[in-house]
């Protein structure tokens, strides 16, 4: 099987398409059968870490300034942009869809159920300014997403890696495609589901779950575990009894819906491998954290895998964002560089 190394390798399928031709040799014309491989993927271009060698050489450390100063005023500027990232890629792919302002032929994605809670945005467009003023329409919305989620994940006590770019922006938006975005409020096998139907397997969705370490939610999000867990009228059995408790306190039932708790109670603003001891201790927040580990299935092996080992989960980590990067990414002629990241051209 032939793979291309930017792609999962699971997505991809190899045929054979067997073509006839001849040559002429000595006078005598003698068939030869020509193969060729045909690939199909996930993936329609080459991503590079170097893409921006030559055309925007700075483009990381003008990132890495605005997003530095971003997380003094605000120390979850760092979750906030994966989100952000993560969801645009499962709706059509990386191409900075999410950030489109609605305006004539463009219902925003941001608008959409799934992606009321994501923020950051004017982080996102003080970084598009700066580049501007640098490399002006040559660095796209899209991967400026990609390349403040890895500054920022390191910035946090993270892994690096090594970001592919060269993706173009979309000119379009799809807010109906935002029903792609895995939910907090579904289970483990609904959540599998929409990861395999971007390409992505349980190890990316274990690996990318662990970006769960940092950052908060709000209380709407769970609180349903709280109090009448899928209509039982008691709490999710899942949940560790004195953790109840605690949750119970920041979220009241019938209370405010967008108070916020911290994802992982421990080392609520660092980047480590904790998030999974807590899932090892029935302490995921969201039900989606908690059936990694308490429910039956392949992930269970990798969260105890994660959680023995950060040099384990920091490199599946790495590798993840990298796989989930290559969703279907727009290139050339099938995209376009935009100067304001909330609008097209």
């Not at 991809?12 to 006839?20: S, T």
């Not at 994940?153 to 770019?165: D, F, I, K, M, R």
């Not at 105890?304 to 727009?330: K, T, V």
Request: proline share 3%; aromatic share 6%.
């Amino acid at each position: 099987m032939i793979k291309n190394p930017t792609s999962n390798g699971n997505q991809w399928i190899v045929f054979a398409c067997l073509l006839r031709s001849c040559f002429s040799c000595l006078n005598k014309t003698l068939p030869i059968i020509l193969v060729t491989i045909c690939v199909l993927g996930n993936s329609n271009a080459q991503l590079s870490s170097t893409f921006y060698t030559t055309t925007c050489p700075n483009v990381t450390s003008v990132v890495r300034g605005v997003v530095e100063q971003a997380q003094q005023n605000d120390i979850r500027i760092g979750a906030k942009l994966i989100q952000v990232h993560f969801h645009d890629c499962f709706v059509n792919g990386c191409d900075g869809s999410i950030m489109l302002d609605n305006a004539d032929g463009i219902e925003s994605e941001k608008d959409a159920r799934p992606n009321q809670s994501t923020d950051g945005y004017d982080v996102v467009d003080d970084i598009k300014t700066a580049l501007e003023n640098v490399c002006p329409g040559v660095v796209t919305c899209a991967d400026i997403l990609a390349i403040a989620s890895q500054i920022l994940v390191s910035a946090n006590g993270g892994p690096t890696w090594e970001v592919q770019l060269g993706r173009r922006d979309s000119r379009t938006a799809n807010r109906a495609g935002t029903t792609a975005i895995p939910s907090p409020f579904e289970n483990l096998e609904q959540i599998t589901k929409k990861f395999s139907d971007v390409g992505l397997d349980s190890t990316d969705l274990v690996a990318l779950s662990g970006a769960h370490t940092f950052g908060r939610a709000r209380c709407v999000t769970f609180v349903h575990r709280l109090y009448n867990f899928s209509g039982t009228g008691k709490p999710d059995p899942t949940i560790d009894a004195t953790y109840l408790e605690t949750l119970r306190q920041i979220c009241p039932n019938g209370g405010n819906g967008g108070t916020l708790a911290d994802l992982d109670q421990s080392t609520r603003d660092e980047f480590d491998n904790n998030y999974f001891t807590n899932l090892q201790n029935k302490r995921g927040l969201l039900q989606t954290d908690q059936e990694l580990f308490s429910t039956s299935g392949d992930t269970v092996a990798i969260v105890n895998r994660f959680s023995n080992s950060q040099s384990d989960f920091f490199d599946s980590f790495g590798q993840s964002m990298i796989n989930m990067g290559n969703i279907r990414p727009l290139t050339g002629s099938d995209g376009e560089i935009r100067s304001d990241c909330t609008r097209v051209n």
